[in-house]
């Protein structure tokens, strides 16, 4: 496994490479040992799968406010997406800044990211399926989201958006006087 840096904070791109021969490919999803680093002390305490059928659809841009903050790790298990994470730390350089990467079953990359960040991505391949590994339990009372399309964030999704869920549609844009998350 390989740690790259991105340009936000505390955001890593775990490059890890498949070993692979005519039988089909190997490789390691995680290893405490190997990212601990980037753990920062924090276990995985929860892992969950999800399906997305339509390309185009948006997932997200989901977190959990303290004191249930989560670090997720994600990785594509089956098509492709386009990941990103913003930062809503109140306290960061680079807060409302976003970074992304393509993770697909092809490059076995992860996404490494930290608490206080918002969380989503956009199908590129039908049935694209994810593993996230999570380092705090879902508390519903400390569920949080922004809007996917929010002008502040400007993100540029790379498809059309499409498939987009009614929830995730009226999650609140920020307004002027969203001060972020304090860890």
């Given at each position: 496994?390989?740690?790259?840096?991105?340009?936000?904070?505390?955001?890593?791109?775990?490059?890890?490479?498949?070993?692979q021969d005519e039988r089909g490919v190997f490789y390691r999803a995680f290893c405490d040992r190997e990212i601990d680093a980037l753990l920062q002390g924090e276990t995985i305490c929860q892992v969950n799968v999800s399906r997305t059928e339509a390309a185009g659809a948006i997932p997200g841009m989901?977190?959990?406010?303290?004191?249930h903050a989560e670090m997720k790790l994600i990785r594509c298990l089956k098509g492709r997406v386009w990941d990103v994470?913003?930062?809503l730390r109140t306290d960061s350089s680079t807060f409302l800044q976003w970074d992304q990467a393509e993770l697909s079953a092809d490059n076995a990359y992860m996404m490494v990211i930290p608490q206080?960040?918002?969380?989503?991505?956009?199908v590129l391949e039908p049935g694209s399926e994810l593993l996230y590994l999570h380092?705090?339990?879902?508390?519903?009372?400390?569920?949080?989201?922004?809007?996917y399309s929010d002008p502040k964030l400007n993100i540029p999704w790379p498809l059309k958006v499409r498939d987009v869920s009614?929830?995730?549609?009226s999650h609140p844009l920020l307004s002027e006087d969203f001060r972020g998350i304090v860890l």
């Open positions: 496994m390989k740690i790259v840096f991105t340009p936000i904070q505390d955001v890593y791109l775990v490059e890890t490479t498949p070993f989901h977190f959990q406010y303290p004191p994470a913003v930062n206080g960040f918002a969380h989503g991505f956009q380092t705090a339990y879902y508390e519903p009372q400390s569920d949080g989201a922004i809007r009614d929830g995730d549609s």
